[in-house]
């Protein structure tokens, strides 16, 4: 998958006119805020985590760090992070263009309390090179959420 795969998404949804596309990088926190901007904390990234043979993604702030302790009440197991290669395989994105849109069915999403302190927010759509502006709800309702959980630390 790619960042086309994520435009025909959103055509759907009518919003594809919104994602950007950089002629740099945006596949870290920092080059992103860096393309569109923004402050880095704005920043929604993406982590895979491993959850049996298959995997599941939390969309974070972009100040935020994973708690181990938060992590595991609430998914009831140590946080994993999936390797390079098993998040391509699993999700069809590639490592720095990990996103929430159009991701397998069998790939929950979670997002993380940490974004609710912003208006609004920047996923990368497929690519390492590419971003939508959009509100926690759109954000929500676009990527298929599961819930909203409290699993970081470093931003409160």
């Known amino acids: 998958m790619s960042v086309e795969t994520v435009k025909k998404y959103f055509a759907k949804l009518g919003v594809r006119q919104q994602v950007m596309e950089f002629e740099t990088s945006s596949a870290t926190v920092e080059l992103a805020a860096e393309a ?8 929604a990234k993406t982590l895979s985590f491993k959850k ?11 100040d935020t760090k994973i708690d181990n302790q938060k992590f595991k009440a609430e998914f009831g197991m140590k ?3 999936l390797s390079p290669e098993e998040a391509f395989t699993l999700t ?5 263009g990990i996103c929430p849109f159009a991701v397998p069915a069998d790939v929950s999403v979670y997002l993380d309390i ?12 497929g ?3 590419s ?3 959009l509100t926690c709800d759109e954000l929500f309702r676009y990527g298929n959420a599961v819930k909203w959980v409290d ?6």
Request: with cysteine; hydrophobic share 35%.
């Open 79 to 81: 946080a994993t992070m």
């Open 52 to 62: 049996g043979d298959g995997c599941f993604l939390v969309v974070t702030a972009g």
């Open 36 to 43: 569109l901007q923004t402050k880095p904390e704005r920043i």
């Open 92 to 96: 069809g994105y590639k490592i720095g």
């Open 127 to 129: 690519s390492s090179n």
């Open 151 to 156: 699993v970081c630390k470093g931003w409160e």
């Open 114 to 125: 940490s974004l609710q302190r912003f208006e609004t927010v920047f996923p990368a759509c």
């Open 131 to 133: 971003a939508i502006e």
